[in-house]
């Protein structure tokens, strides 16, 4: 089992990588965004498909993690051959997925993410259904800095509730011990 702190911390540097790119591009000398609209519209889009794709991605690294860390080994391949086949995350479902692990953890989800941060994550995730279904949104709802943010919280949250305080095993061979 792969230490998961360092595959969930790959996965947010290669998302601020991605966005670091965009944001300088959209400074570059010579090119002017604002008047280029379309080449705007398309990086604010690409954003929106990277920002829902990581939380799809950290969701599913996370939580597999911590069912293979926490259920023998039998439940744990259930688990992750019915996750897998799991839809596309929007926030019904991602209230639903995380649900599945208790209220409390629904509750400490609800906490975190206040009406205002679920109509943005609402917009992020359907903004990236409709690019991945072939419509071309345009409009004000891109706002790449407020997915990142979005990003960043809801990361911050899996590791607090699903790794930070789950216990690990390891044997001599300083592997974790995998449940019976």
Same mark, same amino acid.
């Given at each position: 089992?792969?230490d998961?702190?360092r595959?969930l911390?790959?996965?947010?540097?290669?998302?601020?990588?991605?966005?670091?790119?965009?944001?300088?591009?959209?400074?570059?000398?010579?090119?002017?965004?604002?008047?280029?609209?379309?080449?705007?519209?398309?990086?604010?889009?690409?954003?929106?498909?990277?920002?829902?794709?990581?939380?799809?991605?950290?969701?599913?690294?996370?939580?597999?993690?911590?069912?293979?860390?926490?259920?023998n080994?039998?439940?744990?391949?259930f688990?992750r051959?019915f996750f897998k086949?799991?839809?596309?995350?929007?926030?019904?479902?991602?209230e $639903?997925?995380?649900?599945r692990?208790? #209220?409390? @953890? /629904? *509750?400490?989800? !609800?906490?975190?993410? +206040?009406?205002?941060l679920?109509?943005?994550?609402?917009?992020?995730?359907?903004?990236?259904?409709?690019?991945?279904?072939?419509?071309?949104? $345009?409009?004000?709802?891109?706002?790449? #800095?407020? @997915? /990142? *943010?979005?990003? !960043?919280?809801?990361? +911050?949250?899996?590791?607090?509730?699903?790794?930070?305080?789950t216990?690990?095993?390891?044997?001599?061979?300083?592997?974790?011990?995998k449940?019976?």
């Amino acid at each position: 089992m792969a230490d998961i702190r360092r595959i969930l911390y790959s996965l947010k540097g290669s998302l601020e990588s991605e966005i670091s790119r965009y944001d300088t591009l959209t400074h570059l000398e010579g090119i002017d965004l604002l008047q280029n609209a379309k080449l705007q519209e398309d990086l604010r889009r690409y954003y929106a498909i990277r920002c829902a794709g990581f939380l799809e991605k950290l969701f599913y690294e996370a939580i597999t993690w911590y069912i293979e860390t926490n259920a023998n080994r039998e439940v744990s391949q259930f688990s992750r051959s019915f996750f897998k086949k799991s839809p596309n995350l929007t926030p019904d479902a991602m209230e $639903t997925l995380v649900s599945r692990f208790g #209220e409390v @953890y /629904l *509750e400490s989800l !609800n906490e975190v993410l +206040d009406e205002e941060l679920k109509g943005r994550l609402g917009v992020l995730l359907n903004l990236r259904n409709e690019i991945a279904h072939g419509d071309f949104p $345009t409009g004000a709802k891109h706002a790449p #800095e407020q @997915y /990142l *943010e979005l990003c !960043n919280i809801i990361y +911050d949250w899996i590791l607090e509730q699903f790794i930070k305080n789950t216990v690990v095993e390891y044997g001599k061979d300083g592997l974790p011990l995998k449940k019976k």
